[in-house]
């Protein structure tokens, strides 16, 4: 956030979950001026909020991408925040109907992650389908260039997601109950250069030494393997 500040440049941002509108008002007398704030919500009542002229509420379900096209039309943002039920399947859902509208640089901020651990809400720890296991594989996918291309234990379908979302993204970071994407200056057409070669092993082997030898130490136990994972 603060190199947008910093910038004092107008700012495009849009939050999920309105409640409030608390955090819509701090947006908009802390960014520049000039800067456009847009809210989503599905409670009818926050259409009524008392707000400035720099900001606009839709009432609509932010999982929805026609209703997300027939509010915005082609509208792209700096800063989506989506701060909205918590619970883990919209929180999946917004992020897949949303982050397209990312623009180039900008970042997109998940609040209140700690709900993805309760199972009231939709989680639990390490269960599929809750929001930080989501998120986890952005991860992934911002490594996707490097997967090795013989490895069949990665299905087929999920290798092609992840290498498009990982075209487009630059960072992930976590923090306590937050996580934080940021998208490229544009879409990237070529992996970037690894920094460590990769040389296929045999299976097994984990580390190549020197004169083709394999190393392998647990704790003060030492084997060495004979020549077997020189490539």
């Known amino acids: 956030m603060a190199p947008f500040l910093a910038a004092g440049k107008p700012v495009r941002l849009l939050e999920i979950g309105i409640a409030a509108g608390g955090?819509?008002?701090?947006?908009?007398?802390?960014l520049p001026p000039g800067s456009r704030?847009?809210?989503?919500?599905?409670?009818?009542?926050?259409?009524?909020?008392?707000?400035?002229?720099?900001v606009d509420v839709h009432i609509l379900d932010a999982s929805d991408p026609a209703a997300l096209d027939a509010a915005l039309g082609?509208?792209?943002?700096?800063?989506?925040?989506?701060?909205g039920s918590h619970r883990s399947e919209h929180v999946i859902a917004t992020f897949g109907a949303c982050f397209r509208r990312l623009a180039p640089r900008g970042i997109y901020i998940v609040e209140d992650l700690h709900a993805s651990y309760w199972p009231d809400w939709g989680g639990r720890y390490r269960a599929p389908g809750s929001s930080i296991e989501f998120l986890k594989t952005l991860v992934?996918?911002?490594?996707a260039d490097h997967f090795a291309p013989w490895d069949t234990?990665?299905?087929?379908?999920?290798?092609a997601r992840l290498v498009v979302q990982g075209a487009e993204i630059t960072r992930v970071t976590f923090h306590d109950s937050i996580a934080v994407i940021e998208r490229g200056s544009d879409t990237r057409s070529a992996p970037y250069p690894p920094r460590l070669k990769r040389r296929r092993s045999r299976p097994g082997c984990d580390f190549t030494g020197p004169r083709g030898r394999i190393a392998r130490g647990i704790g003060r136990h030492r084997r060495v393997l004979g020549p077997r994972g020189a490539g």
């Not at 955090?23 to 802390?30: C, M, N, R, T, V």
């Not at 704030?37 to 259409?47: K, L, Q, S």
């Not at 082609?74 to 701060?83: E, G, L, N, R």
């Open 74 to 83: 082609d509208a792209v943002f700096d800063i989506i925040i989506d701060d």
């Open 153 to 159: 234990g990665i299905p087929e379908d999920e290798r």
């Open 23 to 30: 955090s819509l008002a701090i947006w908009e007398a802390l």
């Open 140 to 143: 992934d996918a911002l490594h």
């Open 37 to 54: 704030i847009t809210g989503i919500d599905i409670h009818p009542a926050c259409a009524v909020l008392p707000f400035g002229p720099a």
